[in-house]
């Protein structure tokens, strides 16, 4: 069947049809990565956007349903170059179109992903169509294309109520493990072992903006028991818990939309609890305590983004997916400093707070898909926790 992706510039793409079969209107985006097609659609932060995957052949190793970073797919559609129809990998249960039709979404394949993403760098983020409609009215379609907001997708994405995971208190192979973030339905996953379980008794507040289950796998996986708030949760609440640090997750959409949640955040600024905030949690720590952020031409999303440590000059790859950023230039060092930038761009990768046990990171340390090189900050955040 014939596929069309409609952009709100009047650009039409024709291909062919795959996945759910029916219209979305959404933001189009690209991610660069090569591999990890499961987590970019199991993303929470991709709500309100379609995703373009700039590789050629996506769906060739299938879909383990283990890997899957929440309950759901995501953004509202998915473009690609080639989907690859016969999955051949061990570990697959499904196939990449299967799982599409099952969550629904719809998308388009055989189209020029190339010069999708090239458009897309070159005019920014657009708003799309994706339809099977032949008989399409382009003046009736734009008007409505440029009109369409991702919204306050937070509120859609958060989980509905309090829930805890136990952390991994036992390196041996039968060791008890209790409890992981992932949501197979038939499966549990054991938490990835670190070397180290130095976070053994230490009690963690996750504000789930729409979190990636390795954060919370991540933190278990090094000893420590999470519990996991929703959006809407006041900060009296986390702090009457007593944690011994929070963890600000990822999130979707643009972080000045999260006025109620900024305020909340702000009274945990004030609190002496060790904080650490990722991607959208990083923006709106910045924005609770006066900095602004701005959105990008076309964002950072794939696995393969250099960040430099300032502190020590060392660069890391990093897996990213961000559409807006901090700005810098109107940072006051009284509050927080740069810590990482990205160096590509110069944009802010991170923030350390002044006087605080606080440090944020645009990108993603948990790394599902993506490198590992980030994963050290879990242990650093840790360290605050024991007061070092």
Not at 35 to 62: F, H, K, R, W
Not at 98 to 119: F, H, M, N, Q, S
Request: hydrophobic share 35%; net charge negative; aromatic share 8%.
């Amino acid at each position: 069947m014939k596929a069309f992706l409609i952009l709100e510039d009047g650009t039409v793409f024709e291909g062919i049809h795959i996945g759910a079969e029916k219209e979305v209107i959404s933001e189009i985006v690209f991610n660069t990565s090569m591999a990890g097609y499961l987590e970019v659609l199991t993303d929470p932060s991709y709500a309100g956007q379609a995703v373009c995957m700039t590789y050629p052949l996506i769906g060739n190793y299938g879909v383990c349903l283990e890997d899957m970073e929440s309950k759901s797919l995501w953004p509202d559609g998915f473009i690609v170059r080639e989907l690859s129809r016969i999955p051949s990998n061990f570990r697959s249960d499904v196939s990449l179109q299967e799982l599409l039709a099952r969550y629904e979404v719809p998308g388009i394949a055989g189209i020029d992903t190339r010069a999708l993403t090239k458009l897309l760098r070159e005019k920014g983020t657009m708003n799309g169509c994706i339809t099977t409609n032949e008989s399409y009215n382009l003046d009736e379609l734009l008007p409505e294309l440029k009109a369409y907001t991702t919204g306050k997708v937070v509120e859609k994405v958060t989980c509905k109520e309090k829930y805890t995971i136990a952390g991994v208190h036992d390196l041996s192979e039968n060791g008890p493990v209790s409890g992981s973030a992932r949501y197979t339905g038939e499966k549990e996953k054991k938490p990835s072992l670190v070397k180290k379980l130095n976070g053994i008794g230490k009690k963690v507040a996750l504000f789930d903006f729409g979190a990636k289950a390795n954060i919370a796998d991540s933190l278990a996986a090094r000893g420590c028991d999470v519990t996991v708030y929703p959006a809407h949760t006041k900060a009296e609440e986390i702090i009457a818990d007593a944690p011994d640090g929070i963890m600000l997750s990822n999130g979707p959409g643009d972080p000045k939309e999260c006025g109620e949640i900024i305020a909340e955040i702000r009274r945990l600024y004030d609190s002496d609890i060790a904080i650490f905030g990722i991607c959208l949690g990083h923006q709106l720590m910045a924005l609770a305590t006066g900095a602004d952020t701005y959105k990008m031409k076309y964002g950072h999303r794939g696995a393969n983004h250099p960040v430099k440590d300032l502190a020590t000059g060392r660069v890391y790859i990093s897996s990213q997916n961000h559409g807006y950023v901090v700005d810098m230039d109107k940072l006051d060092p009284s509050v927080a400093v740069p810590a990482f930038v990205n160096v590509n761009d110069q944009t802010c990768e991170g923030l350390s707070y002044t006087g605080k046990n606080i440090f944020t990171v645009q990108y993603h340390p948990e790394a599902c898909a993506g490198p590992q090189d980030s994963g050290y900050l879990f242990d650093r955040f840790i360290e605050m926790m024991e007061g070092k």
